[in-house]
Nanobody
């Protein structure tokens, strides 16, 4: 059974950093696309970063050069390192696991990131 549990959110000042973790169970990273999404109040959920096959990454335009997604296979975790945070990065951040065949998609419950002075 697949489970995704996010942690690491909190309040940070503009320009600061946070490291989000997604603890996983039931995931074979080479078969899944793992992703971080976010949803700000009044806005649609958007892709922040994805990693496919354990090593191929892609990023939303607004976070390129500031955020890094990675996998810690030893700990079964997906990590999102967020640097140079801006107030517009404030959102609930969700971990996602997507399997192409058979089609499966899983979400965590989210962790809140607030960037404010």
């Amino acid at each position: 059974q697949v489970q995704l549990v996010e942690s690491g959110g909190g309040l940070v000042q503009p320009g600061g950093s946070l490291r989000l973790s997604c603890a996983t169970s039931g995931i074979i990273f080479e078969r899944y696309t793992m992703g971080w999404y976010r949803q700000a109040p009044g806005k649609q959920r958007e892709l922040v970063a994805g990693i496919t096959g354990g090593d191929r990454t892609n990023y939303g335009d607004s976070v390129k050069g500031r955020f890094t997604i990675s996998i810690d296979k030893a700990k079964n975790m997906v990590i999102l390192q967020m640097n140079s945070l801006k107030p517009e990065d404030t959102a609930v951040y969700y971990c996602n696991a997507d399997l192409l065949f058979p089609k499966r998609n899983y979400w965590g419950k989210g962790t809140l990131v607030t960037v404010s002075s």
